[in-house]
């Protein structure tokens, strides 16, 4: 048995491995491309020099200008495209696994509105009570106020049925949708930015916009990973899991918490990008398997690995004219969303 738990860690060690490479070409791949294009080589280099230990023993043979478009342009858009797809991936697995539905993730639930909501009344009301953290202290403000609304809509003496936090969620989106189309309709001058904002997107951001968001995600990503043995137990059901010890409801609440703060940070930096936290987990799920101790890094890998690759068509298919990757993962994840329905059905009759 110690045997075979080894084998297991050892597997997982592999795929993690694997994955981080994967993603660390990503990075570079994706740096190359654009309208002015810079070899893979020269992007390497550019990057390798930002060690310390490294720095010193390369010569530079690019110009100031490849070096600005790598370090200051390409390079914090994609960073922040690695922390949003982490991000997102790893809310839609916890809310996933903590209601044992394919189809929960945080934008159908609600959270993502939320967090639109706090984030564009920032906006409009020209906020900065807290500087460059309003935006998304606001954002978590809403996130955690819409998915509270929703808990306590859903929930029936103290369970929580996953087919009314569904509805009660789909609802609740509907609801806020209506509010942020108000504000929208009162916004003035400040519209346009908004629409773009609600299409989802990652242009113009800097490492201002990194440093803004890294804090909460590492934060709420690292609280649920310390949860994720209490994740497999609920897989179990609700029942069994408090005969193993598991307080149901406190997991619950600390769940849903860590995930409105890390969806209110990754909507705060990107606006509403939809899909990504379903796609990704149900995926990796049938890769890696249930156990949440893997599934919860492969899919913040694969999450960060897939939204910088849908940015970069976003940003290159009609180039020079960029298209919000929120439209790029709406045309991925409807088809899947709709599969799962019809699997859904399928199992149901």
């Known amino acids: 048995m110690y045997k075979n738990y080894l084998k297991k860690i050892f597997h997982w060690k592999l795929i993690i491995t694997y994955l981080t490479v994967i993603l660390g070409l990503t990075v570079v791949l994706t740096t190359t491309l654009g309208a002015a294009h810079i070899s893979s080589f020269v992007v390497f280099k550019i990057l390798i020099t930002r060690l310390p230990l490294v720095n010193n023993l390369i010569i530079p043979s690019w110009s100031i200008g490849e070096a ?25 697995t916890t809310m996933q696994g903590l209601f044992k539905n394919p189809m929960a993730d945080p934008y159908i639930i609600g959270i993502s509105s939320g967090a639109a909501l706090g984030a564009i009344s920032t906006i409009v009301f020209g906020l900065s009570i807290f500087g460059m953290y309003t935006i998304p202290l606001m954002a978590f403000m809403g996130a955690a106020a819409a998915i509270f609304l929703v808990y306590n809509i859903a929930s029936v003496r103290g369970k929580l049925p996953v087919n009314t936090l569904l509805l009660a969620g789909i609802a609740m989106t509907l609801f806020l949708s209506a509010i942020i189309s108000l504000m929208m309709y009162t916004a003035g001058e400040k519209l346009h930015g ?9 242009w113009g951001r800097n490492w201002n916009h990194v440093m803004m968001a890294f804090p909460f995600i590492l934060l709420g990503t690292t609280v649920i990973y310390i949860f994720a043995r209490d994740l ?10 408090q005969h193993l010890g598991i307080e149901v409801e406190t997991l619950k609440k600390i769940m849903i918490l860590s995930t409105s703060l890390i969806t209110a940070a990754a909507v705060s930096v990107s606006g509403i990008i939809g899909f990504v936290g379903l796609i990704i987990p149900h995926v990796m799920r049938i890769l890696v398997g249930p156990d949440h101790r893997i599934l919860l890094p492969s899919s913040a890998l694969v999450g960060g690995i897939f939204l910088v690759w849908t940015d970069t068509l976003a940003r290159t298919i009609i180039a020079p004219t ?28």
């Open 194 to 202: 908004i629409v773009f904002w609600l299409m989802g997107g990652l």
């Open 232 to 241: 497999n137990v609920m897989l179990l059901g609700e029942e069994p899991a």
């Open 68 to 92: 600005t478009i790598i370090l200051q342009i390409r390079l914090p858009r994609i960073i922040l495209g690695v922390l949003v797809g982490a991000a997102l991936g790893v809310a839609g």
């Open 322 to 349: 960029e298209i919000p990757v929120g439209i790029i993962t709406a045309l991925f994840g409807a088809p899947f969303f709709i599969y799962l329905l019809r699997t859904r059905k399928r199992a149901m009759f």
